[in-house]
C-alpha cells in the first residue's frame, strides 16, 4: 500500500518536471520572439528617421537628433504637472 502512494508520487513528480521542462523551452522562445519583434520594430522606426549613418551615431552618442532641437527644460516639466493635476 505505502509502496503504491510512493510510487504514484514518483510518478507525478516526473511529470512536473517534464512540465517545468517544456514550459521552461516555451518561455525561452517566446522570450526570443519578443526580443525579435522589439528590435524589428526599433530598426524601422530608425528607418523612418532616414538618419545617415554619421547623424544616426551623434544620436545614439547623446547628440539628439539632428535638425531638431530640444524642449527648454522647464516645458516638459510643465505639462507634466498640468497631467498630474
Known amino acids: 500500500?505505502?509502496?503504491n502512494k510512493i510510487d504514484r508520487i514518483n510518478k507525478?513528480?516526473?511529470?512536473t518536471r517534464e512540465k517545468i521542462t517544456e514550459y521552461q523551452n516555451k518561455l525561452k522562445g517566446l522570450e526570443a520572439q519578443k526580443t525579435e519583434v522589439e528590435n524589428l520594430e526599433i530598426v524601422q522606426l530608425v528607418r523612418a528617421m532616414r538618419l545617415t549613418p554619421q547623424e544616426l551615431?551623434?544620436?545614439l552618442s547623446g547628440g539628439g537628433i539632428?535638425?531638431?532641437?530640444?524642449?527648454?527644460?522647464?516645458?516638459?516639466?510643465?505639462e507634466e504637472n498640468a497631467d498630474e493635476e
Open 1 to 3: 500500500m505505502a509502496n
Open 66 to 78: 539632428p535638425g531638431m532641437t530640444a524642449a527648454p527644460a522647464g516645458e516638459n516639466e510643465q
Open 12 to 15: 507525478e513528480i516526473a511529470k
Open 57 to 59: 551615431n551623434a544620436m
